[in-house]
């Protein structure tokens, strides 16, 4: 077995540490410019000023006017927000939902509950590299459909889904059946990471998150095209256009602008930096380690998201085993969940839930250094090697 | 007990050296428990020698352990709790001393050692069967709840053979 030498964090689809950039400009915000967006005096009016230039910036990144963008805590809560807000102020119209079936857990189980509310959900079925059909799309729609979500790109196995052909695929059924089909994404892995324009993509509404690029906790946002129809599910002091009631998290917010500041700058030279990376890993692994299979598509998923299933090889125990090697990844075993059931993307993309036992999820960012892969590389086959010798299963 | 993320430093440390392991020529009794669809199986290798006083002891054991972290280090600490002890011994033999010996477990993993002492009883099983001797009450009420769980995965297993199919056919 090779050394411990150092704490390498590959898993930064799971969170990103924030900025020093980012830290800079937020601590003002804590203490000293501290005030509340609806004061009237010159301590609130300076903490407003901070928010809508803060929109701005935020909206500037995605292509959308500042108007459009409402904070809110989480992701989770701009998903929730989106599908609830939604199904709700539409529903006369119908009562019909589209969403896929590798949907992160917050939209999977928003839909879950409109179901129970009367709401007819559609899950759309993926192949085995985990993309939707736009096809099945146009197919799955019918004049009673009000919304449908498909995720930009997947948390687990990095598939970017071809948003762009779905959006006109909606658009071309929204004006056959005059009747509008509000179309939602989860855009949490890509914003920040790759270009992502609400235009060009042909969206009504985006879920982003600050913590997944290097901005703080606690702070998402949700697109919302001017003239949707949509109901808040907070209700107070009318913060946010009325659509999210809440004292506003300025320091937080300033965070996220920052770090979309940095993200626009850095990105074009990220991306090339990270994809280099990934194969590094991709070509490395599939090479040096028989019985090792890529998950998702090989090449339309996001710079920096590896995913692999190993046979004989359950990825708990090779999760803590790197762990304790220095290496920080994660994977979709059953035994390493909560409800000690096998990831649900994983199974959707036709994995048996064997194969997914074996599954093990390597995310780059910013800080990951060649150096770093070079050492998960030599790392991982030894360790993959220690687990099947302790296995049945050995050949 | 201080602790690695959910594990205790014990824990940890079967998993990282686990005892006793890997596979054994020509054993008296081999138990085979779990399910690979579920995450963990574990086999379980006896051989059976005989103490000053003429009683029956596990005098070897080893294992082998497709699993996560718990069913690895429940594995090990199964053989070093049950190596030189008499057959009767290993038969009183549960599941708590496995968990107290490792400092805990966390709740949604204390499963895996209940596999640890299936995998044990097949084992003496096993043994008693193939050489056609009286099998004590209780362990042939184990055998029998054992293979009843292991009819039950595998219907479930068959649940997911049928979304396989699904999934091939698309």
């Not at chain 2, 199986?41 to 029956?56: A, F, H, P, T």
């Amino acid at each position: 077995m090779s050394k411990k030498i150092e704490n390498i964090y590959l898993d930064y689809a799971a969170t990103t540490p924030v900025d020093q950039r980012v830290l800079k400009v937020m601590e003002p915000y804590f203490s000293e410019k501290f005030g509340n967006t609806m004061s009237l005096h010159s301590f609130g009016q300076e903490a407003k000023a901070a928010l809508e230039e803060s929109r701005e910036v935020v909206a500037k990144l995605m292509g959308a006017k500042a108007q459009e963008i409402i904070f809110t805590s989480s992701a989770t809560e701009s998903n929730n927000l989106a599908l609830k807000g939604i199904a709700l102020a539409n529903q006369e119209r119908g009562r019909h939902i589209i969403i896929s079936n590798i949907e992160h857990p917050c939209v999977i189980e928003s839909a879950k509950w409109l179901e129970k509310q009367g709401f007819e959900i559609t899950r759309l079925k993926v192949n085995k590299f985990g993309l939707v059909n736009p096809e099945d799309v146009k197919k799955a729609i019918k004049k009673e459909t009000i919304l449908i979500s498909i995720m930009h790109a997947n948390n687990e196995i990095g598939t970017i889904q071809p948003i762009e052909q779905i959006g006109k695929v909606i658009k071309n059924e929204t004006s056959k059946l005059k009747s509008k089909i509000y179309f939602h994404t989860d855009a949490v892995q890509t914003f920040g990471k790759i270009p992502v324009n609400v235009q060009k993509l042909g969206i009504d509404l985006m879920t982003v998150s600050a913590h997944k690029m290097y901005g703080p906790k606690g702070v998402g946002a949700l697109y919302i095209k001017e003239g949707t129809k949509i109901i808040p599910l907070l209700h107070g002091g009318g913060h946010e256009m009325g659509l999210r009631s809440s004292t506003v998290n300025v320091a937080g917010i300033v965070g996220f602008a920052q770090a979309c500041k940095l993200a626009k700058k850095e990105m074009e030279k990220e991306i090339k930096r990270l994809t280099k990376l990934r194969e590094k890993i991709v070509q490395g692994v599939l090479k040096r380690i028989p019985g090792s299979h890529l998950n998702g598509h090989p090449r339309l998923r996001l710079p920096n998201n590896v995913h692999f299933w190993f046979e004989g090889v359950e990825g708990e125990s090779l999760v803590i085993q790197l762990d304790l090697m220095g290496i920080a990844v994660s994977t979709g075993s059953a035994c390493s969940s909560e409800k000690l059931e096998p990831s649900h993307v994983l199974l959707a993309i036709g994995l048996k839930p064997e194969q997914a036992h074996g599954s093990l999820r390597i995310s780059l960012g910013r800080q990951t250094k060649e150096s770093e892969v070079n050492y998960f590389l030599k790392v991982l086959p030894e360790v993959i090697k220690k687990l099947r010798k302790i296995s049945p299963f050995k050949k | 007990m201080k602790k690695k993320g959910i594990y205790t430093k014990k824990v940890i440390e079967h998993f990282s050296h686990p005892h006793n392991m890997g596979k054994m020529k020509n054993p008296d009794g081999i138990g085979k428990v779990g399910n690979v669809v579920c995450g963990d199986v574990m086999w379980l290798y006896i051989k059976v020698g005989k103490n000053k006083k003429g009683q029956e002891i596990i005098k070897d054991v080893k294992f082998e352990t497709f699993g996560c972290v718990a069913a690895i280090a429940t594995s090990s600490v199964i053989t070093d709790l049950v190596h030189g002890k008499s057959l009767e011994e290993a038969l009183e033999f549960s599941k708590e001393e496995i968990v107290k010996k490792l400092g805990g477990l966390p709740p949604i993993k204390l499963h895996c050692s209940v596999l640890a002492t299936d995998a044990l009883f097949e084992a003496i099983y096993d043994y008693l069967r193939k050489q056609k001797r009286e099998i004590p009450e209780k362990l042939l009420k184990a055998h029998q709840r054992i293979e009843k769980e292991k009819k039950e995965l595998k219907k479930r297993y068959k649940k997911w053979m049928k979304i396989e199919e699904r999934i091939r056919k698309k």
